[in-house]
């Protein structure tokens, strides 16, 4: 893993984390295709990104 | 204690076209919250802090009509029931009760809009207020839940469909006009089944729905109506979906489509997603994202404006319209400490 990518929490792959990313960016790992959440920028730290849900109304 | 505000204006009960005693209320309690405020040419509550030639602004869209019902309201176990507590005063009251807390950046001025008649079709206030701005970014008034961030709506479209034929003797064997409509519908459940094949997701698919089906007769002539509604997915336009269904109608019928909404979906990635994602996390929560298969002003505004847009309030939408509509006084504080960090770090 370089110093500018983040291991994915799920699969453990390498994910590239861009050079300008911001603070609740959403990455993609391209090889397990789960959405991870960059919730910091110093330390770099990233989370599941949301669920994402259905619902009724409005 | 509850907000002043919230219960003050799910007091003023507010039908669709019987507003104006809550917005007259909204726009008196901006007035002493340090916000420019007044009612609109249509009748919306507008409210605005910060400068009005700020080169940046955030529209924070809700709407103060409901639909009709009166509850009593009460406050039980930190519970507000009321009608529109959830759908969808709290989330205009959360905007308003956090523009006011809030510190507004330079650069920058916060609209908070108490939109008319968006429980019925014609979405007066935000069809006034689309054409009058052009903001950065957007959030509509509507329940997500406090952790929660609506990212798109379905579009939606209405069919009135009526035939009418010479009475003929039941013992001939030419189809009813009864039964000449209830083909139309099965060809139409058929043709969204076909379309819908690989969509799994409920917001990919399109929803028919047979609303009404009525045949009568003067003695001389039989007639079939049918009112059929349809939830669309973003990859199916209104006027796209009317021309496939209208094949299936016999040439001697009437089609007429109305309520016609395009869907909309946000993107994820933008300044307002972000901005929404850390004011969640900052307190304490873990967000998620939802799409909701009903409309909302979203789809009124959204592609107009193009800018980032998502849906945000306090409240279970699953108690929209419902007798039982109440809202969680502590998920609507818990909304206001999210908007609020939220317009302080734009």
């Known amino acids: 893993m370089s110093n500018n ?7 453990g792959a390498d994910v590239r984390v ?18 991870l959440e960059v ?15 259905e619902d009724w109304g409005e | ?36 405020a007044h009612i609109d040419e249509v009748g919306n509550a507008f409210g605005r802090r910060g400068p009005a030639n700020a080169p940046h602004t955030l529209m924070l869209l809700g709407h103060i009509d409901t639909v009709p019902g009166e509850i009593p309201v009460r406050v039980e176990d930190g519970l507000l029931y009321g009608r529109g507590s959830v759908d969808a005063k709290g989330s205009l009251c959360a905007f308003a009760d956090a523009t006011a807390l809030a510190i507004i950046p330079d650069g920058w001025q916060v609209i ?34 406090a952790d929660r961030i609506t990212l798109g709506y379905k579009g939606r479209l209405l069919v009135d469909f009526s035939l009418t034929r010479p009475l003929a003797h039941t013992a001939r064997p030419e189809p009813s006009v009864g039964a000449l409509g209830a083909a139309f519908w099965y060809e139409i459940l058929g043709w969204c089944a076909a379309q819908n ?43 796209s979906v009317f021309a496939e269904i209208s094949r299936f109608a016999p040439s001697d019928a009437t089609l007429q489509p109305s309520s016609m909404e395009q869907a909309y979906q946000g993107d994820k990635n933008n300044a307002l997603v972000r901005g929404m994602l850390s004011a969640i996390r900052g307190q304490g929560a873990r967000p998620a994202f939802v799409s909701k298969t009903g409309t909302s002003d979203m789809n009124v505004v959204g592609a107009q404006w193009n800018c980032p847009i998502v849906a945000y309030g306090p409240g279970d939408s699953n108690l929209d319209h419902t007798p039982n509509e109440h809202l969680p006084l502590a998920e609507y ?14």
């Not at chain 2, 919230?6 to 076209?17: N, Q």
């Open chain 2, 1 to 36: 204690m509850p907000s002043e505000l919230l219960v003050e204006l799910v007091s003023r009960y507010s039908p669709s076209r019987h507003e104006t005693p809550a917005v007259e209320y909204l726009v008196a309690w901006m007035q002493g919250h340090d916000f420019e």
């Open chain 2, 333 to 346: 504080d818990k909304a206001v400490a999210v908007l609020r960090y939220l317009i302080e770090r734009l």
């Open chain 1, 18 to 35: 861009p050079g300008n990313v911001m603070q609740g960016e959403i990455l993609k790992c391209g090889d397990c295709g789960i959405e």
């Open chain 1, 5 to 11: 990518n983040v291991e994915c929490l799920e699969c």
């Open chain 2, 112 to 145: 908070v809009v108490g939109a008319v008649e968006e429980e019925v079709a014609t979405s007066k206030g935000a069809h006034h207020i689309r054409d009058q701005f052009c903001p950065d970014l957007c959030i509509i008034g509507e329940p997500s839940g």
């Open chain 1, 39 to 53: 919730t910091e920028l110093n330390p770099l730290t990233i989370d599941l990104a949301p669920m994402e849900m």
């Open chain 2, 197 to 239: 094949e690989g969509h799994t997701a409920h917001f990919d698919q399109i929803m028919p729905h047979l609303r009404s089906i009525n045949t009568e007769s003067d003695g001389f002539h039989d007639t079939v109506r049918l009112t059929v509604g349809f939830r669309l997915p973003p990859h199916h336009t209104p006027t």
